[in-house]
């Protein structure tokens, strides 16, 4: 599993993975604005510990010589249908604090994009 959300959201993909499953961490937005210290901490060691389950930290900095060919293929797939992409654009410049505060409220439906200009360079 993939995870970049955290709190309950990985609590209960915690509760739902199978022995030796690995949880993959890219993030944690919903622990970023809170004030509670324990908040983004995994609830459950004993069902890692007992479920011998993997939860491994993932940086794309780690994996920087293989972007392209990640790109290239995600392109391909992408173009024979083998994926889905949703974007949420917002445009204009004026709309750019509220789409960065809606990213926290989980408001969007796909890839959330705040657009200030259109192909041509002119400002939305």
Wanted: with cysteine; proline share 3%; hydrophobic share 40%.
């Amino acid at each position: 599993m993939f995870d970049n959300v955290g709190g309950e959201f990985l609590h209960q993909a915690l509760a739902c993975t199978n022995r030796h499953g690995r949880i993959v961490l890219c993030g944690q937005i919903a622990t970023y604005d809170s004030t509670d210290p324990n908040a983004g901490r995994p609830l459950d060691m004993m069902r890692i510990i007992y479920g011998s389950i993997t939860l491994r930290g993932f940086l794309l900095a780690d994996f920087s010589a293989d972007v392209p060919d990640a790109q290239r293929q995600i392109a391909q797939w992408a173009e024979q249908g083998l994926i889905a992409h949703r974007e949420d654009v917002r445009n204009g410049f004026d709309c750019l604090p509220d789409t960065f505060i809606s990213l926290f409220g989980g408001g969007n439906q796909g890839t959330l994009l705040g657009r200030i200009a259109d192909d041509e360079g002119k400002t939305l």
